[in-house]
């Protein structure tokens, strides 16, 4: 097993970024929804940098808007106060630099996993020649040689969602945002998955933003994590994960690595139960 | 595995047992007509009908009359496709369009379509273009909602996917939204097709014009039963090409389900 190093033995520079050296600065973004029950504030005030290479984590209870911020940065939703920039370019809509990777199954069924994959270079206009050998090149490195040809409903859910992150790679974004892409895997497999992720990620130095339920999965992948509070979601503590990379799930077993989910957990837990009793609040609302 | 898994488990027995089972029904009536449960001036017995499969070939000429009828069911197979289609893409892309004609299509796709046939003979006139813009009229309204609801059960996180590649609407529609709903758009398809077939021979039939709906009319006329069942089968060997059409175009355009 790798050794682990403290935090307060941690070599490498700080994974924090200046706004102006950031690929990524999500800054004051407010996000309200109307809904019938009257107005819901999702976000308020959440601001973020992201350094070329860096990996971050969003953690946050259910209802927290972590999603809301995903599609916010992913450029799928408008109508929201602050700015989001990347590689200084403001995001006003989807951008050619973020590829996104969702919680849902997202592979195209009538398409193999090869033809998946080259979709985005098929968009592109690549030749179908170039598209098939970039297409192959990222499918081995999800770890799917031997499956070009089977369709998704031929692969378990885990291979399914390589695939989806194989496909979002070919489109080399500078960013990649990942919104709890193994949220419907069992833990071993999402472990698994996590090392795939953190050889890939030591590949490609692909600049990542994993939004995410899970501590495990956070601490195991992030440089850092910020802990968001439940509704208005908003910034609660930016956790620096100071464990030496490369990383694998082993990582899992160390003692700094409990540290940081009891730390993390110590700030979502008063969170969570907020959630909690709102969502019972709510039910019992409901069904009087 | 024992003997008899290997058989059911081998590529070629669901079709020696739907053949097996077609066999075998075609004996028990037959049996059931010589004992004299069913009345052989109701349904003439299966060895009638085999041995009238010559004579209508030979004396009615059956096959061009097949050829006929599935020349105007591929005619308004045709025109349901491409206007049922577009009609369903049509009400998906506008809501106020929709919302306005929705009830209605589903009406229509209720409706005893054949009655409007008088309508259209003093339209087209007592030729083939009546008999397929019948088919054309029943079959339409299945198609419009089929391809509606495929293009609306479109799952949103696939949408999602190709917003965040920056597709045009264009390749939004025909790189993701149409192939996400193929197995719906040809559903509606299949019933639209029948619900032209029907309408076609029944047509045939009622206005005494054009291929096997006539030739059954004319059949039953005579009181010659045996020949009005064979000349039905090959109304089911038309429904039967209709449908392997539209199978292998289906995976041809989606290769998996």
């Known amino acids: 097993m790798a050794a682990v190093t403290l935090p307060s033995e941690r070599g490498a520079g700080a994974p924090g970024a200046k706004p102006q050296d950031a690929i990524l600065v999500v800054d004051g973004i407010s996000k309200q929804f109307e809904t019938p029950e009257g107005v819901v504030r999702a976000l308020d005030n959440v601001s973020l940098t992201v350094a070329p290479g860096e990996f971050v984590g969003v953690i946050g209870p259910s209802g927290c808007g972590k999603s809301t911020l995903f599609n916010i940065i992913g450029g799928l939703l408008d109508g929201y106060d602050g700015s989001v920039r990347v590689a200084g370019e403001p995001v006003r809509g989807p951008h050619p630099s973020i590829g996104m990777i969702f919680q849902e199954e997202s592979t195209f069924p009538w398409r193999t996993v090869l033809d998946n994959v080259a979709f985005p270079l098929e968009i592109a206009g690549v030749p179908r020649a170039e598209r098939y050998d970039k297409a192959r090149h990222f499918v081995s490195l999800v770890g799917l040689d031997g499956f070009e040809r089977r369709y998704p409903a031929e692969l378990s859910g885990g291979m399914r969602q390589r695939v989806s992150m194989a496909r979002t790679l070919a489109a080399s974004p500078k960013i990649m945002l990942m919104d709890e892409p193994f949220a419907s895997l069992d833990e071993q497999t999402r472990l698994l998955l996590g090392d795939k992720v953190l050889q890939i990620q030591q590949e490609l130095k692909q600049t990542t933003l994993l939004i995410t339920h899970n501590i495990t999965e956070a601490v195991q992948l992030s440089d850092r994590v910020l802990v968001m509070t439940y509704r208005p979601g908003k910034m609660k503590r930016m956790v620096d994960i100071r464990l030496p990379r490369p990383r694998t799930s082993e990582v899992v077993s160390s003692e700094a690595f409990g540290r940081y989910v009891a730390q993390i957990w110590s700030d979502l837990r008063e969170e969570a139960s907020r959630g909690m009793r709102d969502d019972e609040a709510r039910q019992r609302t409901e069904h009087k | ?257």
Request: aromatic share 12%; charged share 15%.
């Open chain 2, 1 to 257: 595995m024992s003997a008899a898994a290997t058989i059911t488990k081998s590529r070629g027995f669901p079709l020696v047992l739907s053949v097996g089972a077609l066999v075998a029904f075609i004996v028990m009536v037959e049996l059931l007509i010589r004992v004299g449960v069913i009345n052989r001036f109701i349904v003439p017995m299966p060895s009638e009908i085999i041995s009238a499969f010559p004579r209508i070939v030979q004396e009615e000429g059956v096959i061009s009359r097949f050829f006929f009828t599935a020349g105007e069911a591929f005619s308004a197979s045709i025109l349901v496709s491409l206007f049922g289609v577009a009609g369903g893409v049509l009400l998906y892309q506008f809501r106020l369009l929709r919302r306005a004609t929705e009830t209605w299509v589903a009406a229509v796709a209720a409706a005893p379509l054949v009655l409007i046939y008088p309508l259209y003979l003093v339209i087209f006139g007592r030729n083939a273009t009546t008999i397929v813009m019948m088919g054309f009229t029943a079959g339409l309204a299945p198609v419009i909602l089929k391809t509606l609801e495929g293009l609306s059960g479109t799952r949103r996180v696939l949408i999602n996917v190709g917003r965040s590649f920056n597709l045009t609407s264009s390749q939004q529609f025909w790189k993701i939204l149409f192939p996400a709903a193929l197995p719906t758009i040809f559903v509606g398809l299949r019933l639209g097709l029948i619900f032209a077939l029907i309408n076609i021979v029944g047509v045939e039939f009622l206005i005494n014009f054009g291929g096997l709906g006539q030739l059954i009319n004319e059949l039953a006329e005579r009181y010659d039963l045996a020949g009005t069942y064979a000349a039905i089968c090959f109304v089911i060997l038309v429904s039967v090409c209709v449908f392997m059409l539209t199978e292998r175009l289906e995976r041809w355009l989606r290769p998996v389900d």
